[in-house]
């Protein structure tokens, strides 16, 4: 234990963090490519055609993996900025603002591909549906909390506030997730859960993992080079960061 939390300690100052992201970068990347490649190809070509919806249903290989990026990213930046406000690491709120570009282009996407999916489901692009209103707030909450570090120019008061800001909205997460539990929705249930076995084909179901595995390596890739962006303009008055700045120019 006493090695990983040196590990930590010493991974969380900005100064070792920054070349071990510039590292980190390009195996992220590849491994998105890859997955991206196999898991489209799964979703599009392999996949059987579903009885009911037919091929329409192919998009859910988007939007679902998206919906789970949607949430998943905010707990992880609420995660971020609670470690953050609790041992006051400058990274921590660095890595959450880093996320939140990301976590809100896979909400849009989210919403976008549904709107594609409800047309021939429901016949309409929208409906005031407790999960896509939920899934909307998501949406707002992204964009607010990028507004709100934009307009504090203090990076200690954006810290504090861009955190308790997202450690409010982290109650509208499982209002998204259980809204088709808790109200009559248009939205179908869930066909992955952690308690049955999923209710579509094992191709179906492995083009959608691989699909949000590939989610997944895109968005460490991309928040590691915003990040590291982050890190140069926080850090800017620092020795080593001026060093790497002249090695730039």
Request: one cysteine or more.
């Given at each position: 234990?006493?090695?990983?939390?040196?590990?930590?300690?010493?991974?969380?100052?900005?100064?070792?963090?920054?070349?071990?992201?510039?590292?980190?970068?390009?195996?992220?990347?590849?491994?998105?490519?890859?997955?991206?490649?196999?898991?489209?190809?799964?979703?599009?070509?392999?996949?059987?055609?579903?009885?009911?919806?037919?091929?329409?249903?192919?998009?859910?290989?988007?939007?679902?993996?998206?919906?789970?990026?949607?949430?998943?990213?905010?707990?992880?930046?609420?995660?971020?900025?609670?470690?953050?406000?609790?041992?006051?690491?400058?990274?921590?709120?660095?890595?959450?603002?880093?996320?939140?570009?990301?976590?809100?282009?896979?909400?849009?996407?989210?919403?976008?591909?549904?709107?594609?999916?409800?047309?021939?489901?429901?016949?309409?692009?929208?409906?005031?549906?407790?999960?896509?209103?939920?899934?909307?707030?998501?949406?707002?909450?992204?964009?607010?909390?990028?507004?709100?570090?934009?307009?504090?120019d203090n990076p200690v008061r954006r810290d504090k506030a861009g955190a308790v800001?997202?450690?409010?909205?982290?109650?509208?997460?499982?209002?998204?997730?259980?809204?088709?539990?808790?109200?009559?929705?248009?939205?179908?249930?869930?066909?992955?859960?952690m308690t049955t076995a999923p209710t579509m084909a094992q191709t179906m179901f492995?083009?959608?993992?691989?699909?949000?595995?590939?989610?997944?390596?895109?968005?460490?890739?991309?928040?590691?080079?915003?990040?590291?962006?982050?890190?140069?303009?926080?850090?800017?008055?620092?020795?080593?960061?001026?060093?790497?700045?002249?090695?730039?120019?």
């Amino acid at each position: 234990m006493a090695s990983i939390s040196s590990i930590w300690l010493k991974y969380s100052a900005p100064v070792t963090f920054y070349p071990l992201a510039g590292k980190l970068v390009p195996w992220f990347s590849i491994a998105a490519a890859l997955l991206f490649s196999l898991g489209l190809s799964i979703s599009f070509f392999v996949a059987p055609t579903d009885f009911q919806q037919g091929e329409a249903y192919r998009i859910i290989f988007i939007h679902v993996p998206a919906a789970w990026m949607s949430m998943f990213i905010y707990l992880v930046m609420a995660s971020y900025c609670a470690l953050g406000l609790a041992f006051n690491t400058r990274l921590s709120h660095m890595m959450a603002s880093a996320l939140a570009p990301t976590g809100a282009m896979f909400t849009f996407i989210a919403l976008w591909t549904g709107s594609f999916w409800g047309k021939p489901m429901w016949g309409a692009w929208w409906v005031w549906d407790a999960r896509l209103t939920s899934e909307l707030i998501l949406l707002f909450l992204y964009i607010g909390f990028i507004s709100l570090q934009a307009a504090i120019d203090n990076p200690v008061r954006r810290d504090k506030a861009g955190a308790v800001f997202l450690l409010v909205g982290v109650v509208n997460i499982p209002i998204v997730y259980f809204s088709v539990q808790w109200w009559n929705t248009l939205h179908q249930g869930a066909s992955v859960n952690m308690t049955t076995a999923p209710t579509m084909a094992q191709t179906m179901f492995a083009g959608m993992l691989i699909m949000a595995a590939a989610c997944w390596m895109y968005s460490i890739a991309v928040s590691l080079v915003r990040v590291r962006q982050l890190i140069l303009e926080r850090e800017c008055r620092s020795a080593w960061v001026t060093d790497i700045l002249e090695t730039l120019k």
